[in-house]
């Protein structure tokens, strides 16, 4: 059986139109949509104007120890065989 998927402004329900997939989170909500460039163009302008984030900005704080591990490799893996001792 085929499956046919079918993706469509969600403010105008136009087919046939190229959409682009937004997700806004706000107000303790999450919302994904699907809009044609005329319909998506508000957002856009809204991003655009948008303050950028400072190079560097962020979760200032410790920074993170490295993790480490010890790698065993497939000739040692192969000698501990023959020893027995794996």
Known sequence: MAT?????????HQM???????TIEGAGMLATLDLCPEDAAPLLRLQE????????AGVRGRPRARETFAATTMEEIDALKAS???
Request: with cysteine; hydrophobic share 35%; glycine share 12%.
């Open 84 to 86: 027995g001792k794996a």
């Open 16 to 22: 046939g139109k190229q959409t682009q997939t937004f």
């Open 4 to 12: 046919v998927e079918v993706t469509v402004c969600d403010m105008c």
């Open 49 to 56: 104007a948008a303050p950028k984030p400072e190079v560097g």
